[in-house]
């Protein structure tokens, strides 16, 4: 393995940043993080990428951004630049577009990290490097980069189906896929040289996909996760969200109507101000 290329090295240093941010400013966490009706919903839809730089905690960071170190040196060095931050940033929006589309009806769904991304080039380089062998860290064994991948590939398909934990295992699946596919447009030769670990891989991502797309119910008729939840369609939650909005400002100007300008918290004037834009 080579040193750490700089723009893995810029990625790394502007993650720790942004996640220091989001650990120690709540509302700077708040307005960037992965939030399905904040983005479809409001669109706000620099989420999909910012929450790539947001962590949940330290051991959350640490662990991603270890692996983009140990993974960027050779991918960086055979792309360059211009193609290692394409890889990068195509698998963090797509494993977020695919959270997204499988979360769709679930408003409350949030997610941060950098997990997508960084199964992207994970898979990307197994394209690049189908021979080479992977040791979990700093354990002494070592076995086939697309065993892991397959390997990881499957753990994320039954993270999605069993919904046991709070990570965000579609973005894994979407962005593995999609660093994975994109190295292979790219590259073509290499899967004619070596097929079977893209084959072994790809396959059932892409079948768990397609049912996810065509037979949902299939993979979670029995997910806890799925079933507290109200399906509500965007309409819906929009509505929603504008009658709970328009209450809330009334509430707030009979307030006024009764006490006066200066009764009003931060938070309140913050809502009223938001409100008077948005009309006019």
């Known amino acids: 393995m080579g040193q750490t290329g700089i723009v893995s090295l810029l990625i790394i240093i502007l993650t720790f940043v942004f996640s220091y941010r989001g650990f120690t400013n709540r509302s700077f966490y708040e307005n960037h993080l992965f939030h399905v009706d904040k983005v479809l919903i409001n669109r706000d839809y620099k989420r999909i990428v910012t929450s790539g730089f947001l962590h949940v905690g330290w051991m959350h960071l640490i662990f991603n951004m270890l692996a983009l170190f140990f993974f960027s040196s050779s991918m960086e060095y055979f792309l360059g630049p211009f193609l290692f931050l394409l890889i990068y940033f195509f698998s963090l929006i797509c494993g977020n577009l695919f959270a997204l589309f499988v979360h769709r009806r679930h408003s409350s769904y949030t997610s941060v990290g950098a997990s997508g991304a960084i199964?992207?080039?994970?898979?990307?380089?197994?394209i690049l490097f189908p021979d080479s062998s992977i040791s979990l860290f700093f354990l002494p064994i070592r076995f086939p980069a697309w065993l892991f991948g397959l390997l990881y590939m499957l753990y994320s398909i039954y993270g999605i189906r069993?919904?046991?934990s709070n990570i965000g295992h579609e973005a894994h699946l979407g962005g593995g896929v999609a660093g994975m596919l994109l190295m292979t447009i790219l590259y073509p030769k290499m899967v004619f040289d070596n097929p079977l670990p893209l084959f072994l891989i790809l396959v059932p991502s892409l079948i768990f996909i397609i049912i996810i797309i065509y037979k949902p119910h299939v993979l979670m008729v029995d997910n806890?996760?799925?079933k507290k939840q109200h399906n509500y369609t965007v309409d819906d939650?929009?509505?929603?969200?504008?009658?709970n909005t328009q209450e809330?400002?009334?509430?707030?100007?009979?307030?006024?109507s009764k006490k006066g300008m200066k009764s009003l918290t931060k938070k309140e004037k913050d809502i009223l101000n938001a409100y008077s834009k948005k009309i006019r």
């Open 119 to 126: 199964a992207g080039i994970i898979f990307g380089s197994i």
């Open 224 to 226: 806890l996760f799925y």
């Open 248 to 256: 809330e400002v009334d509430r707030i100007l009979e307030k006024i």
């Open 237 to 243: 939650r929009y509505n929603i969200q504008k009658k």
């Open 162 to 164: 069993s919904k046991k």
